[in-house]
């Protein structure tokens, strides 16, 4: 079985903040790297992928991958209280032509005011 | 809009009950999967399928069963086998690319209980 850890939460951090997401994979044959954001009672939603080592941003998220290392993480800038929710890793491993995710528990985020 | 359709939001099982979960989607998206999600748990894969008439295992399958008639539609079945469904079932889909992994689109999810 394909092991995902995030860090363990909750995580709370102050409205403006930096919040930082980890996340370690032991499938060293992963290709290709998805966050996802589940609000509570909700489905998973997508907000950042990647696929090579090294930094992608998009507005205030910023996703880092090394790969080497297998490792990857998401930094949140300027967190605001509508950030709060779980984040999900979700590394893929890639099968012959369909690739698979698999889902870490999630880390709890909490941005307060 | 295009977008994943799961229904009913809702749903209790009677014990000794099958019961029928539907996922739609109009995304042209060849592939589409099922997984189930407890309470603090990440998601775990219970049945994939990449084309129609055709679909495979994933970790969690038993008690469970699928059809894929048709590229739009992958109906999960909850049977009186699976002895402990209750649970957040969400259904998603996505492309299949050659060159890297496509990311997948979930649709809101069906919560099933036990009567």
């Known amino acids: 079985q394909k092991e995902v850890e995030q860090n363990s939460g909750p995580l709370s951090v102050p409205e403006g903040a930096i919040a930082s997401l980890n996340c370690t994979y032991s499938d060293r044959v992963s290709q290709s790297f998805f966050w996802y954001r589940q609000y509570s009672g909700k489905s998973p939603e997508l907000i950042m992928s990647i696929y090579s080592n090294g930094d992608k941003e998009d507005g205030r998220f910023t996703a880092q991958l090394n790969k080497a290392s297998q490792y990857v993480s998401l930094l949140i800038r300027d967190s605001q209280p509508s950030d709060s929710a779980t984040y999900l890793c979700a590394p893929c491993s890639r099968g012959s032509t369909l690739g698979r995710l698999y889902f870490g528990r999630g880390t709890q985020l909490t941005v307060w005011p | 809009d295009g977008g994943i359709t799961q229904s009913p939001k809702y749903l209790f099982r009677k014990e000794g009950q099958n019961v029928t979960l539907s996922c739609e989607q109009n995304?042209?998206?060849?592939?589409m999967y099922w997984y189930r999600q407890d309470p603090g748990q990440g998601l775990r894969l219970i049945y994939y399928s990449q084309i129609v008439n055709d679909f495979q295992k994933g970790d969690i399958a038993e008690g469970y069963s699928v059809s894929r008639e048709k590229k739009e539609s992958f109906p999960l079945t909850v049977t009186s086998a699976q002895k402990n469904p209750t649970a957040f079932y969400l259904c998603?889909?996505?492309?299949?690319?050659?060159?890297?992994?496509?990311?997948?689109?979930f649709g809101d999810g069906t919560r099933l209980s036990i009567l």
């Open positions: 998603a889909s996505s492309l299949v690319g050659q060159g890297s992994n496509q990311p997948q689109h």
């Open positions: 995304l042209n998206h060849d592939a």
